[in-house]
């Protein structure tokens, strides 16, 4: 543990160097700051009412877990669900999300930290969401003999549980009362660490984008635009997918293509780079922002955040950024509008379950070659038969893979 305490100080140290030029990292020590007061004052305000802490790294395991959350204030509504955030990219976003009554960050994992957070919280269970390993929590989560869960796990070989050092990594995962896991396939890995408390129940979030799709209503905005138009819609693209995207897009020199962008950073400086980069290739463009939709012209910049999910209705085409960064983005949000996907993964696709799936049914294309992007999206768009078989296999796709949340408070006890 020494170790271990030592890297999540100097992990600190970075951050707090980081607020000097990185808004995030501003936001992440501010958002701490007498974090004991703030927490004890709020969790005052709940009176001597149940509490079930639930904790989310960021933006994205926040959509994961809230039909969990949802499930539980439906099932239990004398429970107040306490929401902690590791990352200001979720916390920016739900910091006034209605579902939870107290929503905060996690502070830094230290073993005073631990203790003290959980003395003021003292939830009667606890949820973390696929990841986050937090072990100074876990052992004090233990210690105080509160049931805890992890839910829609996934293990990859690559993950330190498997690795000779990862022995206190592996000690942890004795700290949850269960692992309701993905796939045979992590299930497979924990047993040859000798792991037995774990469920193969699925993943909550595909649970998430089936609702989200249930209760579409049409965006006015986003009618006018794409009305008339073949659309790819370019989701959490970083400035290396938008130049695949508009080299594409000039190839195909196409007067029935719209191409929308909904960046991954939506700050200033961000979007003027990719207003610059369109400008220098000639393409005209507008900005969601202006508030008025100009289907005249070809590029359209959506610079605001929390459309995504429900523009991809509006695609034909969708791609999905960050492969030539830290990893692609959420694949299920487009497909589950049954639309292709189209992302340039590398070798790196492979630790994304539903990439992998999406790939082998033929409904998604990892881009190997960015040349070869124009000729994927032509075959796409000039052959109706296999976008025909394309929403017909991701309907049966998402009818078998949706329902993990019930199966999950079916088995939760506490």
């Known amino acids: 543990m020494l170790i271990y305490n030592l890297v999540v100080r100097l992990y600190a140290l970075m951050i707090h160097l980081g607020t000097l030029n990185k ?16 927490l004890s004052k709020d969790i005052a305000a709940l009176s001597l009412s149940k509490k079930v802490w639930v904790h ?13 959350m949802e499930a539980i204030r439906a099932k239990h509504p004398e429970y107040k669900i306490v929401l902690t955030f590791f990352s200001p990219s979720g916390y920016e976003a739900f910091k006034s999300w ?45 210690k105080n003999n509160i049931p805890t869960f992890l839910v829609s796990a996934v293990f990859k070989s690559h993950h330190p549980f ?35 408390n774990y469920q193969v ?29 073949k659309v790819i819609i370019a989701g959490s693209s ?66 605001a955040m929390g459309l995504l999910n429900k523009i991809y209705h509006y695609a034909n085409i969708t791609y999905i950024g960050g492969g030539f960064n830290s990893g692609i983005h959420n694949c299920l949000e487009p497909a589950v509008y049954l639309k292709p996907v189209l992302f340039y993964g590398g070798s790196d696709y492979h630790k994304y379950n539903e990439a992998v799936e999406l790939i082998e049914m033929g409904v998604a294309i990892n881009i190997v070659n960015p040349e070869e992007t124009p000729i994927f999206i032509r075959a796409l768009l000039n052959d109706e038969a296999r976008l025909s ?26």
């Not at 808004?23 to 007061?37: D, E, H, L, P």
């Not at 395991?61 to 969990?68: D, I, K, V």
């Not at 998430?208 to 009305?227: A, G, S």
């Open 23 to 38: 808004t995030k990292a501003r936001q992440w020590v501010q958002g701490r700051k007498n974090w004991r007061k703030k």
């Open 56 to 68: 989310c790294a960021s933006y994205g395991e926040f959509e994961q877990g809230r039909p969990l």
């Open 238 to 303: 970083w400035p290396k997918d938008e130049e695949l995207l508009i080299n594409a897009f000039i190839e195909l020199n196409d007067s029935r293509l719209k191409l929308v962008f909904a960046p991954h950073h939506v700050e200033d400086k961000d979007i003027r780079q990719l207003e610059n980069l369109l400008t220098k290739k000639q393409l005209p463009y507008s900005l969601y922002s202006d508030g008025k939709p100009d289907p005249s012209k070809p590029v359209l910049i959506v610079n």
């Open 201 to 229: 129940s699925g993943d909550t979030r595909f649970d998430r984008v089936v609702e989200i799709k249930e209760n579409f209503k049409p965006i006015d905005y986003f009618e006018k635009y794409c009305t008339g138009s």
């Open 162 to 196: 498997f690795k000779w050092y990862g022995s206190l990594f592996r000690k942890s995962l004795s700290t949850f009362t269960e692992l309701f896991i993905q796939d045979k396939e992590s299930g497979k890995l924990l047993e040859t660490i000798a792991v037995k």
């Open 389 to 414: 078989q394309i929403r017909e296999k991701l309907e049966e796709y998402f009818q078998k893979k949706s329902g993990t949340t019930q199966k999950v408070m079916a088995m939760i006890k506490w």
């Open 98 to 142: 209605p579902g939870a009554d107290v929503i905060c960050y996690l502070p830094l994992d230290t073993r005073p930290n631990a203790r003290d957070f959980l003395d003021i919280v003292k939830p009667q269970a606890v949820v973390f969401i696929k990841y986050e390993f937090w072990l100074n929590y876990l052992f004090q989560l233990r």
